[in-house]
DNA sequence: GCGAAAACTATACGGCGTGAAGTTTCTGAA
DNA sequence: TTCAGAAACTTCACGCCGTATAGTTTTCGC
């Protein structure tokens, strides 16, 4: 009758106006981009003053860092999910999908990928530990399924370049080498070549450098992961 | 004994102090990033008031635009150098020292790089026209050559994707069409294809995403480019 | 019912871009 | 040589920003 007993009334508003507090700001960024996210904008949107934010985030950059997390999460749970959506059998598709939806998201939500991949605002500098960084780690450990799946007939062709395990950060080897034992160096150095790969294509896209020189840019990138895929030695499924 | 005739001492005046501007600015955005540049620091640098620059740039925007355009001309200018020193006659050289020639600016001038190709400063929004985008469209044109140069043996592994004259943007063909009349619509699909591809990589780089994950995003940079370059049907040239 | 803690407001400071108005300095012609 | 006018520059002002400090209200646990 008393509402949910195993957290007060206290904290569940608390953690409402956190939400609302982030919520907000996303909205501020989608319409006015990232320098729109200002504490007292925010406030003024929610009705309260600049300094009731400091309750729930210490500095601004804190706000920035949480939603930062958030969004990456989220980018990382858009790719997980079409990757686990794909046939498991057809390591093509599965690599087109997760390429897709990494562009798909990229575009949907531009301000969040600015805010990941940019200089999200003034200023902010990304503080050492935290959500983000795992998010990024995620990320990474999804395009290293990729190049996991593709190994078997991508290791002609990226195989000869002479990586170590000690080319690699350990934070991430400690991810991907239980997930992925059969993967060499060489092959997590190709999660990273693949990343950059996509991640060139999306952000000049993304930012309208592509889209002042290409009316297409749709027909450039899947042209270019057609052609990723067969430089893998797979055979590209169906487009679309 | 009066100094040049052709141009007053108050206009030689006026275009010393405009350039003392804009190094200032860019002093202080290699010190303390593209935020750094606001017209107070930069007066107060200058031993001036703030509103004085008004007389020089209309606005903070107008400045930031005109320093877009020095950066991205000297990035211009820096890979049309390296392809032109290099021999005509090794394409997998020339796109290969193209190619470092970008990084290599890219990691030298790692703030100009985000002033140009990320969110520079909070709120700026690039003007349609301008000295900016044509130092773009330079450095497109100079993948354009790498394409040209590359297409004899490109063509088969790049020529299947249907591109058509329109799928580019008018202004960019007015200059690529008639200095590579050889090269087809896939070529310059090409070209963009292989602009996204090596800017992800640098991007990354820059941005300190990769360095996150590889301790050395030099070797996966050079793999990559090796890897490219094979892919463009040519034989890679000597490393470094 | 009450004391403490949490949530929030008020006020203030320095920094920012920029507009308006005033002041100094230089220039070119009478 | 003088002097109007233009150019360069300063002063003052406004409204924005993040945020520190202090004070006020609301709510919770006992």
New interface residues.
Partial sequence: MTGTRSTGRRERLRIETTAEIKRTALELMGSG???AITLRAIAREMGMTANAIYGYFATRDDLVTALISDVYTALADAVDAAWAASAQDAPAERIQAWARAFRNWALANPEGF?LI???????YQ?PAGGAA?DA??RV?VGIAALADAAWGGAEQ??GD?D?GW????PG?LDKVRPAFPALPPAGV?LA??I??????????EV????R?????PD??F???L??LV??LGLAPGAPR
Avoid: M, N
């Fill in positions: 981009g990232p320098d600015r991949y940019g200089d999200p605002v003034p200023g990304a960084p990024a780690r990474c062709a990226y370049a990586f000690d080319d690699f950060d991430l150095a990273l070549r990343w950059g790969h996509l991640h060139g294509l999306v952000t000049l930012y309208g450098h592509l002042a020189q290409t009316l297409s027909k450039l899947h042209a270019e057609t052609h067969r430089s």
